[in-house]
Nanobody, 126 residues
Framework: QVQLVESGGGLVQPGDSLRVSCAASGRTLNGYAVAWFRQAPGKGREFVAGYSRTGGYTYYGDAVKDRFTLSRDSGKSTVYLQMNSLKPEDTAVYYC???????????????????WGQGTQVTVSS
């Protein structure tokens, strides 16, 4: 069992930066694909960014490419999502997910992941 805890959300202005974190409780995330999804009010969940199980590949959603960066700490128990040049349309609840059976072609599929955090709210507004 993997418990994921997100933190770092908040209210920022357009153009600002924010970093959200995802910490795995009691274990590392070695061997797990880890991703962030987001859900805006009235919309479905959207893939934001994710690592493959080996950690060798990183994938980004088209809406955040070149603005968001995924990284992890050296102990590999915490994953970070650095969000730059934030826009009002980035407003959403951001969820961290993990799974050890995720194949590369399913990285962007929320149903491929077994473990979910509780979500952290990011609001971009002037």
């Amino acid at each position: 069992q993997v418990q994921l805890v997100e933190s770092g959300g908040g209210l920022v202005q357009p153009g600002d930066s924010l970093r959200v974190s995802c910490a795995a409780s009691g274990r590392t995330l070695n061997g797990y694909a880890v991703a962030w999804f987001r859900q805006a009010p009235g919309k479905g969940r959207e893939f934001v960014a994710g690592y493959s199980r080996t950690g060798g590949y990183t994938y980004y959603g088209d809406a955040v490419k070149d603005r968001f960066t995924l990284s992890r700490d050296s102990g590999k128990s915490t994953v970070y999502l650095q969000m730059n040049s934030l826009k009002p349309e980035d407003t959403a609840v951001y969820y961290c997910v993990a799974g050890n059976r995720v194949i590369t072609s399913s990285i962007r599929n929320q149903n491929a992941y077994d473990f979910w955090g509780q979500g952290t709210q990011v609001t971009v507004s002037s």
